[in-house]
């Protein structure tokens, strides 16, 4: 595996009355272990082609051949969208320690945001000469991309002859739908996404892929990393031994044991940041039905310790903790040992950055420990494409499988449609009042 994940500090003897006893721990681990072994039997049926699709390379040198005309004389592209539909790509893009190195272009931006005022700074601070479009929904019909790229069309076609068709693209299902109907009218190129997975399960498809390919991650290995924590999982069955099993029985168990209803993700990398963003959507939008579900916390680490953890450590104790970060011993610029000794921070002399992010991850955890907060680590030896591939199928995995223990179907999202529905009505009130 590419990464080890440690729950002992969610057992009773570490996380006292916090904890879970090993009978409680014990049942819940076998009934995730038979949610796993109904995934299996539905993957071999050919369903969830979100996680098989980790086992397929052949579309990338076609989804490559895509892009060609978005690498040729563009300096920035923004991907255009909200929510599934861009926050996997962004999370891939953090895996490239050093974005553009060697004069690799383009640079890419995530633009979910519909504020005036941040399309006012966007506008003016890009040459938009230079400047390419990938607009992805899943519906084709998503209010905010359609609204982002219809805004943004007068100022690309001002701003270049150059046809459009060489500097955006688009991507939705197949079907009639708003945003391929704007491609035809456009000339623009409208990839296929896959109508069979959800835009908070699109990582590994063309929709994470177009991006983490521009950025310059190497998909092959994300995909392989995927694939190998899914039939590490899958494999005769299910083994109650698999990461992602133990993670959805810990995590349910304490749900429903031990009354938790919040779940803190604390990274302690600054390239997973969006990572936190990615996870907080796929757990939310996929458990939070039917009076069920936890609220996801995004914290950062070391910045959140210092604004958070007081409340973690003392405050209610109604949260499980997961701590996610890569090897950073030994890594970044040293720090002055002579300068650490004249101002009396000799714990500080000969060390580099990263001893120090290592030393506070360790000792947030055993902070937690001693004061009987649940909590698990996720340790990966280094943070690159296979690793990170095997932590987001983990987490697909223990989501789905969470929704099996809790009785939710983790595929739909009814009050997020409810809420589209609203404004959508508001918008169409307001236009005929403005007519009448």
Known sequence: MHYRQDIEGCLSD???????????????????????????????????????????????????????????????????????????????????????ENGRKPKLHFVYSIDPDYWGKLLTSLDLSRTGVVAISKSGGTAETLAQVMALLPYLKKASPRPLRERMLFVSEPGERPLRKLAEIL???????????????????????????????????????????????????????????????????????????????????DRLTAFGHWYRQLWSESLGKDGQGTTPIRAM???????????????????????????????????????????????????????????????????????????RSIHMEKLDEESFGAVLMHFFLETVISADLLSVNPFDQPAVEDSKRRAREYLAKKRSKEAN
């Not at 310790?305 to 090897?327: C, E, I, M, N, V």
Request: hydrophobic share 40%; net charge negative.
């Open 14 to 100: 570490r996380a006292e009355g916090g904890g879970l006893a090993p009978r409680i721990f014990e049942s819940y681990l076998a009934r995730a272990n038979e949610a796993c072994k109904r995934l299996a039997g539905e993957i071999e049926a050919g369903g969830h082609r979100f996680l098989t699709i980790a086992r397929e390379q052949d579309d990338l040198a076609s989804i490559e051949e895509s892009l060609a005309p978005l690498r040729e004389g563009l300096d920035d592209i923004l991907f255009l969208g909200t929510g599934g539909s861009i926050l996997g790509g962004w999370a891939l893009q953090g895996l490239v320690a050093e974005p553009n």
């Open 187 to 269: 000339g623009v190129p409208c990839l296929d996404h896959h109508p069979e997975i959800g835009g908070r399960y699109s990582v590994l498809s063309n929709v994470g892929v177009i991006p983490g390919l521009l950025a310059g991650v190497d998909m092959s290995a994300v995909r392989a990393g995927a694939a190998s924590c899914l039939e590490n999982c899958l494999q005769t069955g299910g083994s109650d031994q698999a990461a992602p099993i133990i993670g959805a029985a810990v995590t349910v168990a304490l749900t429903l044991q031990r009354r938790v209803s919040q779940v803190v993700m604390m990274n302690y990398n």
């Open 301 to 375: 680490g070391p910045l959140d310790q210092h604004s958070q953890l007081q409340l973690y450590l003392d405050g209610p104790r109604d949260k499980f903790f997961t701590l996610l970060f890569a090897d950073e011993v030994n890594r970044g610029p040293e720090i002055d040992s002579d300068l650490a000794v004249k101002i009396k921070a000799d714990y500080l002399a000969g060390h580099c950055l990263g001893d120090l992010l290592a030393a506070e991850a360790m000792a947030t955890a055993e902070s937690l420990q001693a004061n009987g907060r649940p909590f």
